[in-house]
Nanobody, 119 residues
């Protein structure tokens, strides 16, 4: 399976961006889809949100709750991360990832897409 992230860019604080993650080679419904980011000055990617490929169930890190939301379009085999009320601290490289249900680690990763939020 291949993941293709897109939609990053430059935004001012308070604005919105929507990231997309297209899944190819397999059906989105087979996976749990996650969004991660690497912020400036940190090496590790941090988890920010996830959603089941099919059925209900989303999860968000506290820092983005109420501002970010994950949605899926199974007809397009694509997962979205809607980011509202952006803050400068949301700046970073955003990655989408996929894992099978029951796995602890994400198995498949897309390339990153840069999000820069200015104050």
């Amino acid at each position: 399976v291949q993941l293709q992230a897109s939609g990053g860019g430059l935004a001012q604080a308070g604005e919105s961006l929507r990231l997309s993650c297209g899944v190819s080679g397999s059906s989105l419904s087979r996976y749990i889809m996650g969004w991660f980011r690497r912020v400036p000055g940190k090496e590790e990617r941090e988890f920010i949100a996830s959603a089941m490929g099919s059925g209900p169930g989303t999860s968000y890190v506290e820092a983005v709750k109420g501002r970010f939301s994950v949605s899926r379009d199974r007809t397009k085999n694509t997962v979205y991360l809607q980011m509202n009320s952006l803050k400068p601290e949301d700046t970073g490289v955003y990655y989408c990832a996929a894992k099978y249900r029951g796995e602890s680690q994400y198995r498949f990763w897309g390339q990153g897409t840069q999000v820069t939020v200015s104050s």
